[in-house]
């Protein structure tokens, strides 16, 4: 089956599957693969390097045998699906070398935290709101300027992601994040927080994770829209994108089993009013003109 849409895919976590249980990119039981991508017009996804905390005390270890493991089957994309990678918690960043050393091997996006604080900032479960960025936060976030690697703030707590906004000069990106007005929750952003984001010129992925798409017990394709119509209500036409999480998720939204069903989500839009042009923007366009350069 072949989709009438293109699709930018802003962060997924099957690169530690292809790492620990040695499941192929390119067709796999997981929730995407290089097969179900290449059913789109074109396809770009990003493949997130996740540094779990229980490899806090070998991160620079992890990340680079993540890489390794990115660099190994992005050869194996068919010719309509372009890859980036990502990294997902700067515990492996012991240095700016480490960082540019990264960015020598591919990585253009980087989440300085996940959901914990660490040497860099602090994450999105941190309890304690007057943590921050750190004084070594702060010249990673002006290396990663420097270098033009994007900075993800997804997985930031509310004080280090205005840190940062105070200091960068490149465009804000949530690959994956939802609104918290839709459904409050840490993890989300904040009305405030993506005004942020659309004023720098970036973009928010919108993550298909049920816990941050609703409070309700049931949740469907209906709910993702939910958040697009918000963020859309603040303007956010040319700043809303998709960040699905597959493979990052315990379960999805009924009607998405992975990426041979996100095209349901664009095809909902059309149902509901929402013009061509549009619908391009969000598949696919928005987060294609902030990484352009990359």
Not at 134 to 141: A, I, M, N, P
Not at 262 to 291: P, Q
Request: proline share 2%; charged share 25%.
């Amino acid at each position: 089956m072949q989709y009438n849409y293109s699709l930018f895919d802003a962060h997924c976590d099957t690169l530690c599957l292809a790492l620990d249980d040695g499941k192929s990119l390119s067709a796999n039981d997981c929730h995407t693969d290089f097969e179900r991508l290449s059913r789109y017009k074109s396809c770009t996804q990003i493949f997130a390097c996740f540094i779990h905390p229980t490899y806090k005390s070998c991160a620079a270890k992890r990340t680079l045998d993540l890489i390794d493991t990115y660099l190994t089957h992005k050869r194996e994309a068919p010719k309509n699906v372009k890859t980036i990678l990502s990294i997902e918690g700067g515990e492996g960043i012991y240095s700016l070398a480490a960082l540019r050393n990264y960015y020598r091997l591919g990585a253009r996006v980087a989440a300085l935290t996940w959901n914990f604080t660490n040497h860099i900032a602090a994450g999105a479960l941190e309890k304690d709101e007057s943590k921050g960025l750190t004084e070594f936060g702060e010249r990673v976030v002006r290396e990663m300027n420097r270098i033009g690697m994007l900075i993800d703030v997804s997985h930031l707590n509310r004080r280090s992601f205005f840190d940062i906004a105070e200091i960068t000069d490149m465009p804000l990106i949530a690959t994956h994040s939802c609104s918290d007005r839709v459904c409050p929750h840490p993890r989300n952003l904040t009305d405030r927080q993506f005004e942020v984001i659309k004023n720098t010129g970036g973009c928010v992925g919108i993550n298909f994770y049920p816990k941050f798409l609703t409070q309700n017990t049931d949740c469907g394709i209906d709910d993702i829209v939910r958040h697009i119509d918000r963020f859309m209500e603040l303007g956010g036409e040319d700043n809303i994108g998709i960040g699905s999480d597959f493979d990052g998720v315990d379960c999805l939204p009924s009607g998405i089993n992975g990426a041979e069903d996100t095209y349901k989500v664009f095809d909902r839009l059309a149902s509901l009013g929402y013009s061509d042009d549009v619908i391009e923007k969000i598949s696919h366009k928005n987060f294609e003109r902030v990484t352009e350069n990359l």
